[in-house]
């Protein structure tokens, strides 16, 4: 993997309104996927081409990012301390930079290669795949809410990319939620 990195200034965030943030847009992408529940097994799995992907390969795609990033959010949390923590996060430069790549731009998502073991196409899924990705966003907030207790700068979790790289909690929220956004929006696409 190459790719080019700008050192850009470290982001500061209130860490109330930086977890209320994320809390909205986790339950903003739950209702969109809650509503591909009314669609039928066919639409769910339509391609528009064989390269791309259906919306439940989408949905697919996040549970297998869950899988990793919620039990090692959670473990993270657990083994913090519980110590007065800073009102303000601060992101690291490499955790913003991979938070920032997550998000839309102009309201498209940009193409970006996945890794093998994360890429479900080719596909025929069932309809639990999305009551899957509904369970773990229902845990991702209960996360959300134990982050209070913690600091986000100071506690870190490791990253699908490489074990030898940590994020601090903060960004790994950022990421791992810009992350569904972006496939939720995919997903959205494959219906026009």
């Known amino acids: 993997m190459c790719f080019t990195l700008q050192k ?26 809650h509503d591909f529940k009314q669609l039928t097994t066919e639409k769910l799995n339509f391609k528009k081409s064989p390269e791309s992907w259906s919306i439940l390969e989408c949905i697919e795609h996040l549970n297998l990012y869950g899988d990793f990033y919620l039990p090692e959010i959670e473990r993270q949390i657990l083994a913090a301390p ?74 870190t979790t490791g990253i699908t990319l490489t074990s030898l790289l940590r994020f601090r909690l903060g960004d790994t929220f950022r990421f791992f939620i810009n992350h569904i956004e972006r496939h939720v929006l995919q997903a959205e696409r494959v219906l026009q």
Do not use: C
């Open 8 to 33: 850009e200034r470290t982001m500061k965030f209130n860490r109330t309104t930086l977890l209320g943030d994320l809390k909205t847009q986790v339950n903003a992408a739950t209702g969109k996927v």
């Open 82 to 155: 519980k110590s007065p923590m800073a009102e303000t996060f601060k992101s690291g430069w490499l955790g913003n930079y991979f938070a920032n790549s997550m998000l839309p731009k102009d309201g498209k998502v940009n193409k970006m290669k996945t890794f093998k073991k994360m890429n479900p196409a080719n596909s025929q899924l069932p309809l639990t795949t999305i009551d899957r990705f509904l369970k773990q966003q229902e845990h991702l907030l209960t996360l959300l809410r134990l982050a209070e207790t913690v600091d986000l700068t100071k506690t």
